[in-house]
């Protein structure tokens, strides 16, 4: 059973583009939802997280929205660079308990 | 500040033989969880210690089993090696009871089984 479900599973864009990312959950009891970059051959690096009571997050070009009543929410990266081009995974969690991952994003940004 | 650390980097072992990957948590963190990655695929939780005791285990069967010290880093070793046991192995620390509950990922262990 797949508790998050993330899409799509790649995404080109072009160098100042702003890509989505869209992971949708079923556990109600999940309360912390963090975005992790990953770029081949190292480990996941957590890049912004949010809790369920707030509906958008930002640090610096990545923006988180959450959507509670439909369980579901997003990764966007503003002003999009060749640097950022990595795999993205969305996570979830109740409590201090651990994570659930989603299938991840490749994303590739085109300079 | 030292991060999550991990060792080995790469490793190969021979389908039926026994792996040892050890973990060193991130500085002031008391729990550590253990993560195995499949080439293209999200990580799988395997396990979680916290006071040298396995607190939670995900479905992975008993040949994946593990120790924390008191020093807190940690050990995951697999017995009877599968063909399909070859992934990227992940330690992962955090602090329990803290909100916010930041886990952070070593770089991993590379294990290739042939």
């Known amino acids: 059973q797949q508790q998050v479900k993330q899409s799509p599973q790649s995404l080109i864009v072009q160098k100042g583009g702003i890509p989505i990312i869209n992971c949708a959950y079923e556990n109600t009891a999940f309360d912390y939802f963090p975005w992790y970059q990953q770029f081949p051959g190292k480990g996941p690096a957590l890049l912004i997280a949010i809790r369920p009571d707030v509906s ?17 929410f997003s990764l966007h990266i503003m002003d999009s660079q060749p640097g950022d081009s990595a795999t993205y995974f969305c996570a979830a969690s109740e409590g201090y308990s651990t994570l659930t991952f989603g299938k991840g994003t490749m994303l590739l940004v085109s300079p | 500040d030292a991060g999550v650390t991990q060792s080995p980097t790469h ?5 039926g033989q026994q792996v040892t990957l050890r973990c ?10 253990w993560y195995q990655q499949a080439l293209g695929q999200g990580p799988q939780f395997i396990f979680q210690y916290y006071e040298e005791e396995e607190r939670q285990r995900g479905n992975f069967p008993d040949r994946f089993s593990g120790h924390q010290f008191p020093n807190y880093s940690s050990e995951l070793n697999v017995n009877a090696l599968l063909l399909g046991d070859s992934a990227l192995y992940l330690c992962a620390s955090s602090l329990l009871g803290v909100s916010g ?3 952070y990922f070593g770089e991993g262990s590379w294990l290739t089984v042939v």
């Open chain 2, 101 to 103: 509950n930041t886990i």
């Open chain 2, 11 to 15: 490793l190969i072992k021979t389908r």
């Open chain 2, 24 to 33: 060193s948590p991130k500085s002031g963190h008391d729990t550590v969880s």
């Open chain 1, 56 to 72: 958008e997050k930002k640090e610096g070009r990545f923006t988180i929205s959450f959507n509670k009543s439909a369980k579901q």
